[in-house]
C-alpha cells in the first residue's frame, strides 16, 4: 500500500480551525489566508466561537477542498501566522 495516499477523496468539504486571541479581526485574519488558497468560500462557510472566558477565539472555515496539496499550502499558511496559536 502506498503510505502517500490520502484517506480524503477530493474534492471534498474540509473544515480547517484555526484559534487565537479574541481580538476584533482575528476572524477576518483566518478567512483572508484560507481565502489565498480556497477563493470561492461558500456563504455560511465560517463559524466563530468564542472560550468561556472570552480571551481566545475558534474560527472553523469549510472549504471545498481540491487536494492534499491545497490543504498542506493553507495550513503552512496558518501556522506560519503568529497571531494563530493553533490550527486543525
Request: charged share 35%.
Given at each position: 500500500m502506498d503510505?502517500?495516499?490520502s484517506l480524503l477523496e477530493f474534492p471534498c468539504d474540509f473544515p480547517i480551525k484555526?484559534?487565537?486571541e479574541a481580538t476584533e479581526d482575528f476572524d477576518a485574519l483566518v478567512v483572508s489566508l484560507i481565502r489565498r488558497h480556497s477563493p470561492d468560500l461558500l456563504e455560511g462557510a465560517v463559524k466563530s466561537k468564542s472560550s468561556k472566558g472570552g480571551r481566545y477565539l475558534s474560527v472553523t472555515v469549510t472549504i471545498k477542498a481540491q487536494s492534499r496539496e491545497q490543504l498542506d499550502r493553507i495550513y503552512m499558511d496558518l501556522t506560519a501566522e503568529k497571531r494563530i496559536l493553533m490550527a486543525l
Open positions: 503510505t502517500d495516499e484555526a484559534m487565537g
